[in-house]
């Protein structure tokens, strides 16, 4: 009679160590599932509560439409001097990086048609800021207001199609 005892309670332990491991296994499953379950929604919720998350992302979204035609160029700026990756630009919105290399103080301001159209802010040597400006075709000058910077060269012209 001693064997039955043995028999029934080494069972239950199988059956435990059974679930247990297989409890484990749907514990891992469950876990790398529910990250890319996460993964997966935690862009739509920022998507939907952010107008600038999807600017990178969703390019298709109709919300961010406005937003993902903007375009961004880098203008370095020297003592004296300014320069563009490219001087022609095709038409639409510009976030315009402005990133003041040199050992003076600069701004940068665009004009169409001797009419300032958008300036940046004064850096000061080392520093960068921004301005963003719509680009409708044609001839722009980008120019540093500082001073007397334009005239000692810090112009450049930019055609725009």
Do not use: K, W
């Amino acid at each position: 009679m001693s064997r039955t005892p043995h028999r029934i309670a080494g069972r239950p332990r199988r059956i435990a160590a059974a679930a247990l491991l297989t409890g484990a296994l749907a514990a891992v499953s469950a876990c790398s599932g529910g990250m890319d379950d996460t993964d997966a929604a935690a862009p739509s919720s920022a998507e939907s509560s952010s107008s600038a998350a999807p600017s990178s992302s969703a390019a298709p979204s109709s919300s961010a439409g406005a937003e993902s035609g903007v375009q961004t160029i880098t203008a370095t700026e020297d003592d004296f001097s300014i320069a563009l990756e490219s001087q022609e630009l095709t038409a639409g919105s510009y976030e315009i990086e402005v990133v003041n290399e040199g050992g003076a103080t600069h701004d940068l301001v665009v004009e169409l048609d001797g009419e300032d159209v958008a300036a940046s802010d004064t850096i000061g040597p080392g520093e960068s800021t921004t301005v963003t400006v719509d680009l409708e075709p044609g001839e722009y000058v980008f120019y540093c207001s500082i001073g007397a910077h334009r005239s000692m060269g810090m112009e450049l012209t930019v055609q725009v199609s």
